[in-house]
């Protein structure tokens, strides 16, 4: 079992602490965030749940932005249909990662799901926590598989890219110039 991780931000102050926990049938990622964005300390604790085929079961966000508070779940049913805080989330229908927009750990549910060749590529089509906002969205996403080490990334039509360096279970040891494994 790959054991806990720390990374620091680039782009701005920040750290975040993340673990994986792997059972027979489910793998459960948590971790917490704490960066400063806009002027406002941000502290963010997560849950992710995935069945044993790193298809996301739930997540669960709790925390602060500033003086705002954030707790909130979502979860996907057998049939791919999502809800968040138990509003039903049709946008991103048949998405089976959830992809927090304010860290760099879920990158490692396709990672481990695709288990990608060197040299082979997969579309994926994401639920993406979006932060601030803390609304769901569809993101579709390539991961390329360019080393034993290397994934290239691109989302939003090819307008982000990026190189994600990984360890041998697959968690991001360098997520471009926004984050760093300490």
């Not at 720390?6 to 782009?11: E, I, K, P, Q, T």
Request: charged share 25%; aromatic share 10%.
């Amino acid at each position: 079992m790959p054991g806990p991780v720390l990374w620091r931000r680039l782009d701005r102050p920040g750290h975040e602490f993340a673990r994986l926990s792997e059972q027979t049938s489910t793998r459960c990622l948590s971790g917490t965030a704490v960066f400063l964005w806009d002027g406002h300390p941000c502290r963010l604790e997560y849950l992710v749940i995935c069945d044993a085929t790193w298809r996301t079961m739930t997540g669960r966000v709790t925390g602060a932005v500033g003086d705002f508070e954030i707790d909130l779940e979502c979860a996907q049913d057998r049939e791919g249909h999502w809800r968040l805080d138990g509003r039903e989330q049709t946008q991103v229908a048949g998405c089976i990662d959830l992809d927090l927009n304010f860290s760099p750990s879920t990158n490692l549910l396709p990672i481990r799901r695709l288990n990608l060749e060197v040299g082979e590529e997969a579309l994926v089509r994401a639920a993406w926590l979006r932060f601030p906002s803390f609304r769901l969205e569809p993101l579709e996403q390539i991961y390329r598989r360019t080393s034993e080490s290397v994934y290239r990334y691109e989302s939003a039509g090819g307008s982000f890219v990026a190189d994600l360096e990984v360890d041998s279970q697959g968690f991001v040891t360098r997520y471009a110039d926004i984050w760093e494994r300490e």
